[in-house]
């Protein structure tokens, strides 16, 4: 099917989002084989439909949006939150693995995919994938399942980096606490500057002057978004397993002030396809560990019972930074001819604030909320 590009198919699978938060709940409340089995079909549904009957931009938001997107969020939301139910001891390294296997799977798979479809034609290779990864997720749900109730590793003793609250908290008493909004704050705050990076990498290129430039022979931005792929992932695991020796309140007030530098020094590298080339990855890798903190510290503050449905209600502050970051940013760059040094100045505003805030505000709320517990 030449009339829809692989570009218009990624923008269609990242429609998922909305699903999460409902997912969770059902998760929680119906367990994760149930789930992982419906999302699982939707999956299978969606590919092997769209390559089949896709025709035009609307259909792929259909079946890839609707169908698989619908599919991909609850494997998601179930996969990440019962790492954090499984693993109280290395939840930021399980949280962090998980996530970057999600994320790391989209960017291992696109060469790939577009062989299949150069070999095989749009109908046959999506075809064949969502067979494949219908397949592969369904054998997945048959195996995966909850930690039965009380479950804690043995002979484990909770350090004391890392606060875990005894209690479980439904999603209403979650929203009830005022570190709930301080974390959803630095969550939509921090999700910004990545997403924007995401979404503008080759209008970023082209306000710093480095678009034309090649590496190797390759294009400098897919270069780079290959490169920056890999650091997301591996900041996922990095910073999860940093956070389970140091504690997720320092971790994030370090990673975050980090981003925050990187993110100005973006500003500053116009013309130089180099500095391009070497900084733009380690934005990334001070960036990506947004997916392992935040489940993980969601799982430590509001017990791991319910960690899917309350993750699920915490990850719609990505949806909210994607607005933010996308036409939000666009628009502001647009209002200084197409330069993206000013939004970058907000997001590395915000980086800061958030370090700010997960050090001297959300620390002591969670400790003393905790230490009263006990």
Known sequence: MSTVSTAELDLAKKTYGPIVPVAGYFIDKFGIRNLMLVGSVLIFLGWTLGGIFAKSVFHLYIYYGVLAGTGCGIIYIATVANAVKWFPDKRGLAAGLTAAGFGGGSALTLIPISGSIASMGWAGAMTAWGIGQGVVAIAMALILHHPPKGWLPKDWVQPKAVAQTQREYSAAQMMSQKE??????????????????????????????????????????????????????????????????????????????????????????????????????????AWGEIYALFSAITGDVFGPKNASGNYGIMYTAKGLASIMAGWGAAAVAAMYAGSFSVPYYIAAVFDLVAAALALFVLRPIIRKRIAGEA
């Open 180 to 285: 709930f909004y301080i974390m959803y704050a630095m969550f939509l705050m921090v999700c910004t500057g990545g997403l924007m990076t995401t979404g503008n990498m080759s209008q970023i290129a082209k306000s710093l002057n480095v678009f034309d430039a090649k590496v190797m022979g390759i294009a400098i931005v897919p270069f780079v978004a290959t490169l920056a792929g890999v650091t997301n992932a591996l900041a996922r695991i990095m910073w999860g397993t940093v956070s389970d020796r140091f504690g997720r309140e320092y971790t994030m007030a370090f990673a975050f002030a980090l981003e925050g530098v990187l993110i100005f020094m973006m500003t500053q590298i116009s013309g130089s396809p180099i500095a391009f080339m070497i900084l733009m990855p380690f934005v990334f890798l």
